[in-house]
């Protein structure tokens, strides 16, 4: 069976001012239908094909660059949309909040660490909230379209949170300003989402 490209849970334009609907409609109608199209032409006829993609993603041989690129590139942007809400922003609640504290110290440490991670990550990336292997919470970033699921990049764990900053995402609205696109997304994270995820990578 091969990937389909998500819909939204949302309109193009709903998440405005912090990501403009020009941006939306390109991103994911152009950007993230490419991926997924060439992921299914990448495991056509293959061993991978009829496996989950984070199946696929765990256990990837990296110099597999046609499948890294693009099975990346579906999975990042498969959880960026998830995990934001027209209704979004605010602070965490419940189990996701206490690990946030214990991880972190505080939410405003989280949001300082991972807002460095988002700023500080040269050229094209992502920066991750994760459940580590040791099941604390941590913060990290890959480049490119790598993510903490692929095995020996470094920043290893369970994606609950990713923010992309590829320029893609936000160059039309922000230019370069990274740091306000990275405050602008704190406005838009669905906290009930990410809260999920959390309870399932635990």
């Known amino acids: 069976m091969s990937f389909k490209l998500p819909a939204l849970n949302y309109s193009y334009d709903s998440l405005e001012p912090h990501v403009d609907a020009k941006t939306m409609e390109i ?4 950007h993230h239908a490419g991926y997924t199209n060439n992921l299914n032409n990448a495991i056509k006829d293959s061993e ?3 496996k989950s993609i984070k199946e696929i993603l765990s256990s990837l ?18 959880l960026f949309w ?13 189990d996701l909040a206490k690990a946030i504290d214990t991880s972190f110290g505080s939410f405003e440490e989280f949001k300082s660490a991972f807002s460095k991670a988002a700023a500080t990550r040269f050229g094209s990336g992502w920066a991750w909230l994760c459940v580590q292997p040791n099941g604390k919470l941590g913060v990290c970033s890959t480049a490119n379209q790598d993510n903490p699921l692929m095995a020996g990049i470094g920043c290893e764990g369970t994606p609950v949170l990713g923010l992309d900053v590829w ?3 936000y ?3 922000y230019q370069n300003r990274r740091p306000d696109y990275i405050a602008g997304f704190f406005n838009v994270i669905d906290w009930n989402v990410v809260s999920e995820n959390f309870a399932k990578a635990s």
């Not at 991103?27 to 152009?30: L, V, Y």
């Not at 998830?82 to 419940?94: A, E, K, R, T, Y």
Request: net charge negative.
């Open 167 to 169: 320029e893609h995402a």
């Open 61 to 78: 041989d990296l110099n597999n660059s046609a499948v890294r690129n693009n099975g990346g590139g579906f999975y990042n942007h498969s």
């Open 48 to 50: 991978l094909e009829g």
């Open 82 to 94: 998830s995990v934001m809400s027209p209704d979004g922003g605010g602070l965490p609640n419940g």
């Open 27 to 30: 991103h994911h109608g152009k």
């Open 171 to 173: 160059y039309l609205n």
